[in-house]
């Protein structure tokens, strides 16, 4: 089919969410010409919706289970190669089209499968999904280094990060996210900040840190993410034990979460695969629960993670279908 829009046509789109993570939903099919631009001017806050990217759907219901294609294009009209929440959300539109609830998702990460887990009548659907095997391999990742980055200090990637850019009273902002690598050197050095760089299909820096909510993520953010260290740039991701902000330890384990997206480049309300990477960090840094089983608090909700027998990550949590939209083409296919 033609992506060239005419004058009187529109384009179907649906607003999904999962844990406060959104994205605009739009059939392969529909004339949208230039992707890039139209995610760009949807994902804007003020002139179009202000979700977190923007997901292109190719579905084939012929297949059993059914499948589809998802390509994920985020604010900056970058390309992502795997969402978690994204995924959950495409299984969610496709089980809504085809009545199926088991579902294959084709990404540029791999095919991946997604079910539906029964709910009561009240409760929003709960969709899982697997994202393969989380690795710490340097090359994976990517991260410039010649073993896995566990727990290593953040100065080492980022030579001159600085204590400042911890401190939430301080008002002396963080450059743009078009910081350039060696602007980084204007801010000098800590050790206290320590990283571990997963690949769980889109690279994360996860950090553990005594409490995320005291942490300026505007302003470490973008350091971290465009640390040369990342030669593809990496997703920020902060955890704190649950018990630092409550009383009581808890096991399985509860980290409260916050992401700071790579290509929407600000603090998304959730990120799926964040989720994994902070199991799987744990993990590697034996802060895991002896039943393998991590409850993720990102702002937006609740997302569950875990481990298969071969370690691949579940990701579970529920997925909202908020609107169904006509958007006139001649103002948004982009021609
Ligand atoms: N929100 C997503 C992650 C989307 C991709 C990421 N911003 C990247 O560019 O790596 C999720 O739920 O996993």
New binding site residues.
């Given amino acids: 089919m033609s992506t060239m829009a005419t004058d009187h046509e529109s384009i179907e789109a649906s607003r999904y969410h999962?844990t406060g993570?959104d994205f605009l939903l739009v059939d392969a099919d529909e004339p949208v010409s230039k992707r890039r631009s139209f995610a760009r001017r949807v994902c804007d806050p003020d002139d179009g919706f202000g979700v977190?990217?923007v997901l292109f759907l190719a579905l084939e219901p012929d297949f059993a289970p059914p499948r589809v294609v998802m390509t994920?294009v985020?604010p900056d009209g970058?390309v992502?190669?795997?969402?978690?929440?994204?995924?959950r959300c495409a299984a969610a539109w496709t089980m809504e089209r085809t009545g199926a609830d088991a579902v294959m998702i084709d990404t540029q990460a791999g095919s991946r499968r997604a079910e539906r887990v029964p709910t009561g009548a009240e409760e929003p659907d709960r969709i899982a999904v697997e994202l393969d095997r989380p690795t710490a391999d340097p090359d994976s990742v990517p991260v410039r280094a010649d073993e896995a980055v566990v727990d290593r200090p953040a100065d080492e990637l980022v030579p001159s990060l600085d204590e400042r850019a911890l401190d939430p009273s301080n008002d002396e902002r963080a450059p743009d996210a078009s910081i350039e690598a060696d602007v980084l050197d204007v801010v000098v050095s800590t050790d206290s900040l320590r990283i571990t760089a997963v690949d769980?299909?889109?690279?994360?820096a996860v950090a553990f840190v005594e409490d995320v909510d005291a942490v300026d993520l505007d302003r470490l953010g973008p350091i971290i993410r465009h640390a040369g260290a990342f030669p593809r740039?990496?997703?920020v991701t902060l955890a704190s034990p649950a018990s630092a902000t409550e009383n009581g330890a808890s096991d399985p384990p509860v980290f409260d979460q916050r992401?700071y997206?790579?290509?929407?480049e600000d603090e998304?309300d959730?990120?799926?695969?964040?989720?994994?990477a902070i199991a799987a960090a744990a993990s590697l840094l034996d802060r895991g629960p002896s039943s393998d089983v991590w409850t993720l608090r990102p702002p937006g909700g609740t997302l569950l993670v875990r481990f298969d027998d071969q370690r691949r990550a579940v990701l579970e949590g529920p997925v909202v279908h908020e609107a169904d939209l006509d958007l006139p083409a001649s103002e948004y296919g982009c021609r």
């Fill in positions: 999962g993570n977190d990217g994920l985020q970058s992502a190669p795997m969402c978690g929440n994204g995924a769980t299909g889109v690279p994360h740039g990496a997703n992401t997206e790579r290509g929407v998304t959730a990120c799926g695969t964040g989720a994994v």
